[in-house]
Nanobody, 118 residues
């Protein structure tokens, strides 16, 4: 059973930075796609960033985070990362790591809270 464990959330002032990590129990090469989602209180879960590919990777971002967030994978540490800069209060949410393998099995982490104060 694949497990995903997020870390790195916390409280930060507007304009600050945080780095989220998602540790996978299996090789991240087994995943076709890895994503970061977020869900703010009272709102639907939304896709924030996606990374695909094994050799050459492709990344995509929600318009609301383009130019501020960067998704990456650390193969040696078997982690998915999300560097978040220039944080805004509207970035406050629970952030979830998600991974899908080549059989379309879908896995989720438990989430990590990010709170940005104004």
């Amino acid at each position: 059973q694949v497990q995903l464990v997020e870390s790195g959330g916390g409280l930060v002032q507007a304009g600050g930075s945080l780095r989220l990590s998602c540790a996978a129990s299996g090789s991240i090469f087994s995943f076709a796609t890895m994503n970061w989602f977020r869900q703010a209180a009272g709102k639907k879960r939304e896709l924030v960033a996606t990374i695909t590919g094994r050799g050459v990777t492709n990344t995509n971002y929600a318009d609301s985070v383009k130019g501020r967030f960067a998704v990456s994978r650390d193969i040696a540490k078997n982690t998915l990362n999300l560097q978040m800069n220039s944080l805004k209060p509207e970035d406050t949410a629970v952030y979830y790591c998600n991974a899908m393998n080549y059989r379309a099995d879908d896995y989720w982490g438990q989430g990590t809270q990010v709170t940005v104060s104004s």
